[in-house]
């Protein structure tokens, strides 16, 4: 079969990693064509691919103004610049892969959703976490009802990081709602997705809490200057710009969260960005507004519950989950599964087996896995491989229009309360 023909719809952090995994997986898919603004970014695909300048395009809108050019185009365009694209590709004959949140408006993502469905069009939202071999293991765990039994509630919590929260949600792309989106779309959308997943039934009510504590103007040290390049206290301060940036390209990292200040980093580019750009602004002293930690609680139509929390204020880390069962108590981390049996008191150890390199690792593997699922329903026209297409994706975005309510109107939220979900 030959690899499925992909146009990449912004070419930033995202958009590069999924061209990269083609470069990795050429029998599986070839990009043919890119819509770029950043000329780097857009010049770097360019060249890994080989494209005529007919193929190249400085905005989807160009791209989207042709005919159809491949079967297949990537959407990762930043937050709020979705669902236009979606809709235009999806008319226009495209498969469509969407990076998250589809939107941050019900009626916006429910709309979207009906048009892949009247189009007909193959059809996933990355929801990475759906696709990895960790969560592959858990959901065999679940299933298997000799481990957990029937699952009557979870607790999980994202330990985001302190210097990840200081890099997107103070500093970038996600810092502040009106331009991206809110906390629990932009980042935690991934986990109340996953939860829905793991408890297989539809969830029915939420609340939640939640604000922007820390990162505020008045928590600012005495001595603080508005650029890190200019603090008297920078050294005391684990959110440094310095620290975070040119400390990590100083040791050679010159990957992610390095290279989104700058397409090539080295020690001078770097300096030079956080000396004038987004990344060197002082973290008291930003356009912020995002929530740095926030808790939702929710009910399944299975009687079961969960609570998720959010925090900026960890070390940087993976997922933990707990899960309480009939039969057991499952304790996981993203590498392993341990399950206590309450009818023998055996506790058993279930390994995720090791992945490979960067790429294939990203989110756990979760992007190789969501990119393979995706080109393999493409290549063979079936979307039954698609673990986060249209339905659930409206389902658990609507947990988390339901949990933004319910924080914002201090209450309890049910799903019907949104047309058409109950
Ligand atoms: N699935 C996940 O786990 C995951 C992880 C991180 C980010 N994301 C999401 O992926 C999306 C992209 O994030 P990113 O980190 O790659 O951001 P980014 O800023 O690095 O990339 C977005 C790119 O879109 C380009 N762009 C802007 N306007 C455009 C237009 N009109 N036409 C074409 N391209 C345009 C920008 O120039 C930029 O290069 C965001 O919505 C983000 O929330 C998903």
Redesign the pocket.
């Known amino acids: 079969m030959e690899p499925v023909r992909i146009a990449i ?7 590069r990693g999924y061209s990269d995994y083609c470069l990795q997986h050429p029998e599986a898919g070839r990009v043919v064509a890119v ?4 000329a780097e ?1 857009r010049e770097r695909i360019v060249r890994d691919w080989d494209l005529s300048e007919s193929r190249v395009f400085s ?3 160009g791209l989207a103004e042709e005919s159809c050019l491949a079967d297949a185009v990537i959407i ?4 709020g ?2 669902v236009a694209p979606g809709l235009a590709f999806s008319d226009l004959g495209y498969a469509v892969l969407m ?3 589809v939107s941050s408006d019900f009626d916006e993502c429910r709309e979207l959703v009906a048009t892949m469905e009247r189009n007909g069009t193959i059809f996933a939202v ?1 929801h ?1 976490l759906r696709y990895t071999p960790y969560t592959r293991l858990l959901k065999r765990v679940l299933d298997e009802e000799r481990w957990i039994g029937r699952v009557i509630g979870i607790q999980h919590l994202e330990p985001v990081g302190f210097w990840h929260q200081a890099h997107s949600f103070v500093r970038g ?2 810092r502040n709602t009106a331009m991206s989106s809110p906390m629990l779309l ?1 980042k935690s959308c ?1 986990d109340l997705d996953w939860l829905s997943y793991l408890v297989g039934s539809r969830c029915e009510a939420v609340t939640s809490f939640g604000e922007l504590l820390h990162f505020r103007p008045e928590n600012a040290p005495a001595g603080a200057a508005d650029r890190c390049v200019d603090c008297a206290v920078e050294r005391d301060c684990p959110y440094s710009a310095i620290r975070i940036y040119v400390d990590r390209v100083r040791s050679g990292e010159t990957g992610w969260p390095v290279n ?1 200040l700058v397409e090539a980093p080295d020690e001078a580019s770097v300096w030079a960005a956080i000396r004038t750009g987004p990344y060197g602004r002082c973290v008291y002293a930003c356009d912020n507004d995002v929530v740095d930690h926030q808790v939702v609680s929710l009910r399944f139509t299975s009687g079961a519950t969960a609570t998720f929390t959010m925090s900026g204020f960890t070390e940087m880390r993976p997922r933990e989950t707990r899960i309480f069962g009939t039969a057991g108590e499952g304790w996981c981390d993203g590498r392993r599964v341990e399950v206590y049996s309450f009818q023998t008191g055996v506790r058993s150890v279930l390994e995720v087996e090791a992945h490979d390199g960067a790429i294939s690792s990203g ?1 756990g593997g979760g992007d190789a896995g969501v990119m393979a699922a995706f080109l393999d329903a493409v290549r063979r026209g079936d979307p039954s491989g698609l673990l986060s297409g249209g339905r659930a994706t409206l389902e658990s975005h609507t947990m988390v229009y339901a949990a933004e309510r319910a924080r914002l109107e201090d209450r309890v939220v049910r799903l019907a309360e949104f047309p058409g979900m109950r």
Do not use: I, L
């Not at 719809?9 to 958009?15: D, E, K, L, S, T």
């Not at 819509?35 to 950043?38: F, G, I, K, Q, S």
């Not at 990762?76 to 937050?79: F, L, M």
């Open positions: 719809v912004g070419a930033g952090n995202r958009g819509a770029e603004p950043r970014f905005d989807w809108a990762a365009t930043p937050d610049m979705h990076e998250k949140p990355c990475v792309n996600w932009g991934h989104v989110h």
